[in-house]
């Protein structure tokens, strides 16, 4: 049975940082596409950023590259998202989700509705 556990979200000034996790179970990464994704109450979900555990490719969004890094521990099974130089606009729910890597990192991160495994989420807010 395929599980993602996300933590690491919490509240944070802007300008902080902070690092969420992506502890998978059931499975092996090798072969997925995992990515992150966020929604903020009233918006749609939106593709943060994704990587291939297969090659390491990676994609990033526009609105928090240069601020945000994934990367991927393949031994723990686990993939990382540092998020630095919060902004309040980053404010929201954040899950992580996998799907076999079909199709490019970037049109899978941009496509939410390819991943078929998510996890529960965890609340991300920036405010002073």
């Known amino acids: 049975q395929v599980q993602l556990v996300e933590s690491g979200g919490g509240l944070v000034q802007p300008g902080g940082s ?4 992506c502890a998978a179970s059931g499975f092996t990464l090798n072969y997925y596409v995992i990515g992150w994704f966020r929604q903020a109450p009233g ?3 939106e593709g943060v950023s994704c990587i291939s555990s297969s ?6 969004g526009d609105s928090v590259k240069g601020r945000f890094t994934i ?11 540092q998020m630095n130089s919060l902004r ?3 404010t929201a729910v954040y899950y992580c989700a996998a799907e076999l890597g079909i199709t490019t990192v970037q049109t899978m991160c941009k496509s939410p509705a390819i991943f078929r ?7 991300v807010t920036v405010s002073s």
């Open 55 to 60: 090659d390491g490719n990676t994609y990033t």
């Open 88 to 90: 309040p606009e980053d």
């Open 18 to 21: 902070l690092r969420l996790s």
């Open 43 to 45: 918006k749609e979900r």
């Open 117 to 123: 495994s998510w996890g529960q989420g965890t609340q």
């Open 71 to 81: 990367s991927r521990d393949n031994a723990k099974n686990t993939v990382y998202l």
